[in-house]
T-cell receptor
Framework: DAGVTQSPTHLIKTRGQQVTLRCSPI?????VSWYQQVLGQGPQFIFQ???????GRGNFPDRFSARQFPNYSSELNVNALLLGDSALYLC?????????????FGSGTRLTVV | GQSLEQPSEVTAVEGAIVQINCTYQ??????LSWYQQHDGGAPTFLSY????GLEETGRFSSFLSRSDSYGYLLLQELQMKDSASYFC?????????FGKGTTLSVSS
């Protein structure tokens, strides 16, 4: 079975641009969460979606938005990119909403803002 | 708010047993999880200890003291491939709140 897949794996953007990151969860998983990991730090929670509804949001500005599609895949959008947005963006999927465990992470998208 | 403290680095030799500690402060608590991450790749689940049970994988086990807001990960029969970053994470709700990570270096 395929794991959590994220695309693209790497990308470089210029300050002020917009970016869309994509995530496909494990088959049967209905919950998708997004995390940002800056070099040398632990992942930081951005969003959680379950059954296409936002279930949680971390302490990130409104430039960050996300959505989940009927097939449970998800997109993370970041507008007006800043240098500080450079990070590894991780997607995690799980079976159900609210479960504090059972997460499977993808390998992430490495975003560099120049 | 939430905060987690874990050592920044731990060193050990092959075949040894190593313990990585984690203390946490959180406004709500469902469980403490542990993840392994190699060179910025995908974090992989190692162990969960919480209100709804215990999960452990392979050579990895964990301990939790809710009264002391403390837990640790125990790695047995260390191998070179265990050299990686290890993160503890608490679940006050739907999200995982991660610590800054412990870099484990295993030498022969």
């Amino acid at each position: 079975d395929a794991g959590v897949t994220q695309s693209p794996t790497h990308l470089i953007k210029t300050r002020g641009q917009q970016v869309t990151l994509r995530c496909s969860p494990i088959s049967g998983h209905k919950s998708v969460s997004w995390y940002q990991q800056v070099l040398g730090q632990g992942p930081q929670f951005i969003f959680q979606y379950y059954e296409k509804e936002e279930r949680g949001r971390g302490n990130f500005p409104d430039r960050f938005s996300a959505r989940q599609f009927p097939n449970y895949s998800s997109e993370l959008n970041v507008n007006a990119l800043l240098l500080g947005d450079s990070a590894l963006y991780l997607c995690a999927s799980s079976h159900w909403d609210g479960a504090p465990h059972g997460y499977t992470f993808g390998s992430g998208t490495r975003l560099t803002v120049v | 708010g939430q905060s987690l403290e874990q050592p920044s680095e731990v060193t050990a030799v092959e075949g040894a047993i190593v313990q990585i500690n984690c203390t946490y402060q959180t406004s709500g608590f469902y469980g403490l999880s542990w993840y392994q991450q190699h060179d910025g790749g995908a974090p992989t689940f190692l162990s969960y200890n919480g209100l709804d049970g215990l999960e452990e994988t392979g050579r990895f086990s964990s301990f939790l003291s809710r009264s002391d807001s403390y837990g640790y990960l125990l790695l047995q029969e260390l191998q070179m491939k265990d050299s990686a970053s290890y993160f503890c994470a608490v679940s006050p709700g739907t999200a995982l709140i991660f610590g800054k990570g412990t870099t484990l270096s295993v030498s022969s």
